[in-house]
């Protein structure tokens, strides 16, 4: 995944059956390396808006549950600050009223 944009199921599922053959599965640290690199030198905005355009496309196909975007928040939550935090919650509360 060179950029969130290029992100695909698929792509996932295929890295969690190699790493899950070993650990269970990708682990946070892991995904944080690799979002870090795809975002790296983007703004705050840029990012939240690209993660909010993206899940929003995949609200409208019906391919992005509540329980998904509750994981995703459960996962980068703990790496995030307060301020962060609170608008992490704010977008993904605002996709599951898609």
Same mark, same amino acid.
């Given at each position: 995944?060179?950029?969130?944009?290029?992100?695909?199921?698929?792509?996932? /599922?295929? @890295?969690?059956?190699? #790493?899950? =053959?070993?650990? +269970?599965?990708? $682990? !946070?640290?892991?995904? /944080?390396? @690799?979002?870090?690199? #795809?975002? =790296?030198?983007? +703004?705050?905005? $840029? !990012?939240?808006?690209?993660?909010?355009?993206?899940?929003?496309?995949?609200?409208?196909? +019906?391919?992005?549950?509540?329980?998904?975007?509750?994981?995703?928040?459960?996962?980068?939550?703990?790496?995030?600050?307060?301020?962060?935090?609170?608008?992490?919650?704010?977008?993904?509360?605002?996709?599951?009223?898609?």
């Amino acid at each position: 995944m060179k950029d969130f944009n290029s992100y695909t199921p698929e792509e996932s /599922a295929k @890295r969690s059956g190699e #790493a899950g =053959a070993q650990s +269970g599965g990708e $682990d !946070i640290a892991s995904l /944080a390396s @690799r979002l870090t690199a #795809a975002f =790296a030198g983007k +703004g705050e905005g $840029d !990012i939240l808006r690209a993660i909010y355009e993206e899940a929003e496309k995949s609200r409208r196909a +019906g391919t992005l549950s509540d329980a998904d975007l509750d994981n995703f928040y459960n996962a980068l939550a703990p790496m995030l600050d307060g301020v962060k935090r609170k608008k992490l919650a704010f977008v993904i509360g605002r996709l599951k009223k898609m």
